[in-house]
């Protein structure tokens, strides 16, 4: 079994055989009844793969979710358009970047 050490990315877990601890049906109901939500978890606590499984998740890659909670409770799987900003990528203490 391989673990997902680092990996941030739910496609990335999913297609490389990355043991994956299935929480779907709570992102299902999230997403369903929810109205506005404020994420705060505290640092290397699975936000960017929270993010990363919904970004998959509104692009309608039903694929992915083969097997997972969400499969059995999901019926329509439409595709939205997903905006990803990554903040990960620049050193924002340097003026300029």
């Not at 043991?19 to 505290?42: A, H, M, N, W």
Request: charged letters at 25%; aromatic letters at 16%; hydrophobic letters at 35%.
């Amino acid at each position: 079994m391989k673990y997902p050490i680092g990996i941030q990315s739910f496609e990335k877990m999913i297609t490389e055989g990355y043991c994956y601890v299935d929480k779907t049906d709570l992102l299902y109901q999230l997403v369903k009844e929810g109205v506005i939500y404020f994420l705060s978890r505290p640092r290397r606590f699975g936000k960017s793969l929270l993010v990363s499984t919904l970004k998959n998740y509104f692009l309608g890659k039903k694929e992915l979710f083969k097997g997972l909670a969400i499969e059995k409770l999901e019926t329509e799987w439409k595709e939205y358009p997903v905006f990803h900003i990554d903040f990960n990528g620049s050193n924002f203490t340097v003026p300029g970047t």
